[in-house]
Nanobody
Framework: QVQLVESGGGLVQAGGSLRLSCAAS????????MGWFRQAPGKERGFVAT????????YYADSVKGRFTISRNSAKNTVYRQMNSLNPEDTAVYYC????????????????WGQGTQVTVSS
């Protein structure tokens, strides 16, 4: 089993920044890569970013390129996402997820999910 716990969400004004964290524990063989997804009100959950635990295979959704940065601290088993220049369209519940495969942007590749953390961006 793999356990994922997100933290760092909250309310921020447009143009502001937040950093989300995802602490992972459990079977390391089941999590070669980590990803972030988000679900806005009334919308389906969608891909945001992914990173391999090696630090490679970093990919971003077009909507967040240049504003969001994904990173990891392998010693702490934690993945981070720095979000800058936030706008109201970024309001969503953000989930981290673990995959056996790096470089994947599809939900089906991720077998373990955190509980989600709310990010609200006010205009």
């Amino acid at each position: 089993q793999v356990q994922l716990v997100e933290s760092g969400g909250g309310l921020v004004q447009a143009g502001g920044s937040l950093r989300l964290s995802c602490a992972a524990s459990g079977r390391t063989l089941s999590r070669n890569a980590m990803g972030w997804f988000r679900q806005a009100p009334g919308k389906e959950r969608g891909f945001v970013a992914t990173i391999a635990w090696s630090g490679g295979s970093i990919y971003y959704a077009d909507s967040v390129k240049g504003r969001f940065t994904i990173s990891r601290n392998s010693a702490k088993n934690t993945v981070y996402r720095q979000m800058n220049s936030l706008n109201p369209e970024d309001t969503a519940v953000y989930y981290c997820a673990a995959s056996n495969h790096s470089g994947r942007t599809d939900e089906g590749a991720y077998g373990y999910w955190g509980q989600g953390t709310q990010v609200t961006v006010s205009s």
